[in-house]
């Protein structure tokens, strides 16, 4: 699971903003670490909890939050950390065969405990309300559920949740263990396991996203994109040193994934027509800063951008071991075919 320390921070994006952070710390004010050959050092386990949202609330007007208010929000949640910790939120009681089983206890989930450090009321920063901008006329939208199958059709393109259990394919991504539901790309906060990790070399770099352990290698040396007709789920990135920023810009997604999953169980057009550029840039020892904007105008009527600063972590990245054959996705569609043998409501 997550260390349980995270210190993130959000800019409003502009010309005259765009190489701070919400503190005013760029990465010429400190010293940063660097490889051989002088290349800002973006190799470790890094940490992106944080319980601001992507998007502001409806019900909140304003961009930023009190002092007193984000300290009243992260109070709460320390409550709800502590609760968590305690034995009589850890469940015991045996499972209702053929029935709802729920999720998991609350001591499972680590949502981060602290609010972005400017206090912002969102993870997106373009367009300035916060939100995802109008989707385009056409734009394809899939909603699902965490609690219920939700009618649709195929191919899912939500995280988690499904239309039905007849068969895999019918079930979110990161049920499938095909994405994690937090790995992106872009990357997102969401549940737990919400780490990464970097590797570098002068010609590459590696993100390892802890969440179904989905490894993206990058090439650094101006290689040209593949052929548009070759797709894959986590796209085809390649990076550049911006001064002291990389730029990872990624095409060719797979038309089986999201353009932009606005929640785990929300799906907005598709990765055939998404064009993801993500930035990274260390600010210090321990802080990297993140930044993603999503261009796709055939799913949204303008592009969106987030940023968001991770912490170093302190523990090593363990494989989470999850694959297309797991046992959860056995066990659901063999529960769903005893269910229909019951009632006989199934196929033979």
Request: glycine share 10%; proline share 7%; charged share 25%.
């Amino acid at each position: 699971m997550s260390n349980r320390r995270l210190v993130v921070s959000v800019l409003v994006v502009g010309l005259a903003l765009a190489s701070s952070s919400a503190s005013g710390q760029t990465p010429s004010d400190t010293e940063v670490p660097r490889t051989a050959d002088g290349r800002p050092d973006l190799q470790g386990v890094w940490d992106f909890r944080t319980m601001t949202p992507l998007q502001r609330p409806r019900n909140q007007d304003k961009a930023q939050l009190t002092e007193e208010e984000a300290a009243e929000l992260e109070q709460r949640a320390a409550e709800r950390v502590a609760q968590a910790d305690t034995p009589s939120e850890i469940r015991t009681e045996p499972l209702p065969a053929g029935q709802d089983v729920g999720a998991y206890n609350n001591y499972w989930f680590d949502r981060g405990a602290r609010v972005v450090d400017d206090r912002r009321t969102s993870l997106i920063v373009s367009p300035t309300n916060g939100r995802l901008p109008e989707l385009a006329p056409g734009a394809i939208s899939q909603v699902g559920s965490l609690g219920e199958d939700l009618p649709g059709e195929r191919p899912v393109r939500y995280r988690t949740g499904g239309i039905s259990a007849d068969g895999p394919e019918d079930r979110g991504l990161a049920e499938r263990c095909l994405l994690g539901f937090n790995a992106g790309p872009p990357i997102l906060p969401a549940g737990y396991n919400q780490n990464l990790q970097l590797f570098q070399t002068p010609g590459h770099v590696v993100i390892l996203t802890e969440m179904v352990h989905d490894v993206r290698i990058v090439p650094l040396d101006g290689r040209p994109h593949l052929p548009g007709d070759v797709r894959q789920w986590l796209g085809d990135g390649r990076g550049y040193w911006d001064g002291d920023t990389l730029v990872v810009e990624t095409r060719n997604f797979s038309e089986l994934v999201a353009s932009v999953n606005a929640s785990v169980a929300t799906a907005l057009g598709t990765g055939a027509t998404l064009n993801l550029i993500e930035r990274f840039t260390r600010l210090d020892e321990d802080t990297l800063r993140y930044e993603f904007t999503v261009e796709d105008p055939t799913t949204l009527t303008q592009p969106i951008t987030g940023i968001l600063q991770m912490q170093r972590g302190a523990a090593p990245l363990f494989e989470y071991a999850c694959h297309e054959g797991n046992y959860g996705m056995r066990n659901l569609l063999a529960g769903a075919r005893l269910k229909e043998s019951a009632t006989g409501s199934g196929q033979p």
